[in-house]
């Protein structure tokens, strides 16, 4: 794929890139005057119709019919008719050309919401919410979203809205709670990554594919939480690599004193070492019940404990690039009908949003607009990294 | 904070990467910019990383500068050992400040030989995560496989044809794959022309294929797109 090729009927306007993307290359492309993202898979690939019969083709094509079964599966489990469901993004194409898969579908395009900490506590709530009612639509059906991250949520505010609110996207690397991939094939960040994924991809004996559940988007959601109020990641000691290194050591994680007790409770109940002590998704939204819940306060001297010395601030990862398009990303989701437009979200009260599938959107929005949108697209770029003031 | 520092149970990642850097005559007006990238490379990478909040357990480096067979078989091919960095740079630097873009004939090269050499690298097997990158840089196509079999000092290990290379770098549940599914990635920095962008981009696994036009290098972009597929996948 590169810039100027034709893909089934779809040009190819933009320099292909894998910019955020994993295992795929993306652009932007056109077809009948529309805009579109493009995604070319890196794997699987097809073999050729006309290849001649051998183990190795047979092996591949069983491969590629599993793909394809995989991706369907997802698509009939996250059902756009489902409550919420009229905020799914949904793919307008999945083909393959050549030994190619690829997938397509309507261009977004985004600018960044630079500090979501400086939100007011309303419409941090709100963000939340909608971030967690799409999490929530995932696990209603017992799928593991997987590789839960900043850069897995797309991130919308209308002209005329008031309020930000979050889709979860990129549904690639999902799986059935209890059923993950094996230990090397399984995808995560190392950063968001749950104490028990860390485990498994060590192939700890403990840690059987059965405790990979609903409980591992649960502590990535208790991160990005904490990311998004506070502006920074829960600090831990630095000998721990990440998180979930120190949880799995025993360790705390040292949550912002300034999060209310509420928020506290809440965010040291998703981080905890055992998957089974988390809380639900719907009990994630029940404690969103009052913005107050989502406010930074300043305590006094003695009230919480203080910052550890040697605790130093675990940087902000997954930040947006104030760069053109290139390092952008719009993620496709994988679906049979195209998204309603008429049930784009409205922001008061938040609706649950989820795209499946769905590359994270540009971190800058693409000189060229297509059609004039109702909405925008923002992606959460944290570019403050001071440190903050306070750390229980 | 030293390695002894680190908490023993804090995930470990390998990070291995092979430069097939195509050092044929043709290559001269764009080698020095490929040179340079190389060099930054631990540097750049380890910048990314650490913005991502995250880090390399292992970085090694390989280098296979190739020419052509049919025209020297005697130079047609100079590579270096895994090596480790940033223990082991300046190994790395000497070996890759020496490369000159001479000779090579006419076109096409012994890319293959180059990449077939590659994807039998003695990759790191352990730590709990791995990631297996080749890059491979060139302005011309190559020479089918075997064409010069015959010649002296060509390697005896490497496959006679590319439809035997394609069963080495394998699939998912391939049984003849030398490299680990999960953790490989083939960049080519090609030009749109066989066996680069077909079969190769085509219908093999986990390849990236950024086209080239002879007489342009390696730039910023390129970079990025090789870091990128590292940090990324981590």
Redesign the interface.
Known sequence: M?QGDVIGGYRVTT?????????C?WAFAEKGGHQYFIKRF????RP?DDAADSA?VR??RQ?ADEFEDRHRTIMNRLRPDARGGGNLVLATDFFHE???YYKVTERIDTSSLEKPQTLEPRHKMVLLKTLGNSLKQLHDIDVVHGDLKPLNVLVQKRDDATFHTAKLIDFDDSYIAGNPPEP??IAGD??Y?APEW?RY??RDGSIGPEQLTCAVDVFALGLMTHLYLTGE?PHH??????P???V??GEHLDLDTRLSDEMLGLLRAMTARAPRSRPRIATFLKSLSDPKVCALQHRRPGTAKATSPAAKP??????AKPSGP??SRIKTNLASTPRPRAAAPSPEPPRPAVAEDTPAPPATPPAAEGPAERTSRVRINLGDRSPRRGSS | MSNAEQYQGNLQYAVDIVLCVDATGSMHPVLDTVKSSALQFHDRLDDVMAKKGKAISQLRLKVIAFRDFGDDASTAIQQTDFLQLPAQARNFEEFVRGIEASGGGDIPESGLEALALAINSPWETGLDRRRHVIVMFTDAPAHALGTHAGTQSYPASIPRSLDDLFEQWGYARSQTAVMEQSAKRLVLFAPDLAPWSDPIAEEWDLTLHFASKAGQGLEEFEMDEIIETIANSL
Do not use: C, F, H, W
Request: net charge positive; hydrophobic share 25%; glycine share 12%.
């Open positions: 590169k320099e292909p890139t894998n910019a955020g993307g994993g295992k290359i890196l794997e699987p690939k050729r190795s092996i591949r491969l050549g030994s190619t090397d094939d190392s950063v990554g860390r991809m060590q990641l000691d630095r000998r721990y690599g990440s979930a290194d120190a799995n050591a675990t940087p902000a990862p997954e930040t290139r390092t």
